[in-house]
């Protein structure tokens, strides 16, 4: 959940306009910010995301 920006952001966090949102959840597919800056330039984090939910799947498996 995003807080209201008062006197800067904890270190755990970004700032997204006058926001300051949580930076687990940038790049997780979901706009967070109202500008949708938080899934912006993603690219290679969606790729390892899903390889590292791949590889977790095929741990389980085992």
């Known amino acids: 959940m995003a807080s209201s920006l008062s006197t800067g ?3 755990n ?3 997204c306009g ?3 949102v949580d930076v687990l959840r ?3 597919r979901v706009p ?3 500008n949708g800056e ?3 330039d993603c690219g290679a984090l969606y790729r390892n995301r899903t ?3 791949s590889k977790i799947y095929q741990d389980d498996k085992l």
């Open 9 to 11: 952001c904890l270190p």
């Open 13 to 15: 966090e970004f700032r």
């Open 18 to 20: 006058d926001l300051c």
């Open 26 to 28: 940038r790049c997780n």
């Open 32 to 34: 967070d910010c109202p």
């Open 38 to 40: 938080d899934e912006m």
């Open 51 to 53: 390889m590292n939910s």
